[in-house]
């Protein structure tokens, strides 16, 4: 179970603000390119459960993740998250091919999907995605993670902390932003929800 605190910025000056101020605990900046999957008869989306192969920086690193029973409740996300590491070269040829999903062996994650959701090998279809600039920053012993997310549609502003305390964290992290003037909000859906959407919340 993935636990998370999840908070809005409502626009690119906040963001460039709160990115000022976090500068000096900059730990590393990721460029994340994520394409989501489902079988060709919503196997997957049917059962509240969402594929999304993401790569790193280009392709220095590919992970495949299969999340499901995702909850969004005043700012705390819970879901049921398994991840592994592929080859980025198989990444990118399932992202050009998505019937090659059905025969990657070496998949653990993949082997689960057939299983478990019963996609047929040959029926996976690529719904898409978005790209992500995510920075990282080490503060006060939590590892918080600015986002940028680039939809076709328009730029959505969030700041997450994994956390197996979230309420602690959310308390801590509210009372920075709200000392230091950032406006936020509650995150109200996952990023993946919105692009499906085609709109910004």
């Known amino acids: 179970m993935e636990v998370e605190v999840k908070l809005r910025l409502p626009d690119s000056a906040t963001h460039q603000k709160l990115s000022d101020l976090l500068k000096p605990f900059h730990s590393t900046t990721h460029l994340q390119e994520n394409v989501f999957f489902d079988g060709g008869g919503a196997e ?10 993401r790569f790193y920086n280009s392709d220095s690193r590919c992970v495949v993740c299969l999340k499901a029973k995702a909850v969004l409740v005043c700012g705390v996300s819970r879901v049921e998250e398994d991840e592994e590491d592929i080859d980025p070269a198989i990444g990118r040829a399932c992202v050009a091919e998505p019937c ?3 025969s990657v062996d ?4 993949l082997r689960r999907v057939r299983e478990e959701f019963r996609v047929a090998d040959n029926s996976f279809v690529c719904l898409g995605g978005f790209g992500n600039v995510r920075s990282v920053y080490d503060w006060k012993g939590l590892k918080l993670e600015l986002d ?4 076709a549609f328009g730029t959505y502003y969030e700041i997450e902390c994994e956390s197996a305390d979230p309420e602690s964290v959310k308390k801590l992290l509210e009372g920075f932003l709200s000392d230091n003037g950032i406006t936020y909000s509650y995150s109200e859906v996952f990023k993946f929800t919105i692009f499906r959407s085609g709109k910004l919340p």
């Open 148 to 151: 940028e997310t680039q939809y």
């Open 44 to 53: 997957l989306s049917s059962k509240l459960a969402v594929l999304r192969v």
């Open 106 to 109: 070496s998949s653990r994650i």
């Open 100 to 102: 090659r999903l059905g």
